[in-house]
Nanobody, 126 residues
Framework: QVQLVESGGGLVQPGGSLKLSCAAS????????MGWYRQAPEKQRELVAT???????AYTGTAEGRFTISRDNARNTVSLQMNSLKPEDTAVYYC????????????????????WGKGSLVTVSS
């Protein structure tokens, strides 16, 4: 099992910045993609940003141009730098990680597990 712990959330004024961080620990074999989802009140969970093990990034919606995702493979961490924050960015932000794992101790087969953090609340308000 892999555990993900987010940090860095809190209250920030519109136009301000926050940096979220997520640290992975546990039985780490090889983490593939990492990234962030968010869920605003009364809305579905949506992808914000993702980054591959080689550093390729992708953003969705209004995050592009304002947010920057990065990772440190040696430390098994992923971060999300959020600038020019808007009230619409208010949400619980969830870190995720995908890891390829063996199906058994001596198995020839592998599968991809999807892990989630417990979430970190970001509130953008004056």
């Amino acid at each position: 099992q892999v555990q993900l712990v987010e940090s860095g959330g809190g209250l920030v004024q519109p136009g301000g910045s926050l940096k979220l961080s997520c640290a992975a620990s546990g039985k780490i074999f090889s983490i593939n993609d990492m990234g962030w989802y968010r869920q605003a009140p009364e809305k579905q969970r949506e992808l914000v940003a993702t980054i591959t093990s080689s550093g390729l990034t992708a953003y969705t919606g209004t995050a592009e141009g304002r947010f920057t995702i990065s990772r440190d493979n040696a430390r098994n961490t992923v971060s999300l730098q959020m600038n020019s924050l808007k009230p619409e960015d208010t949400a619980v932000y969830y870190c995720y990680a995908d890891q390829e794992e063996p199906a058994g101790p001596d198995s020839d087969y592998y599968y991809v597990m999807h892990y989630w953090g417990k979430g970190s609340l970001v509130t953008v308000s004056s």
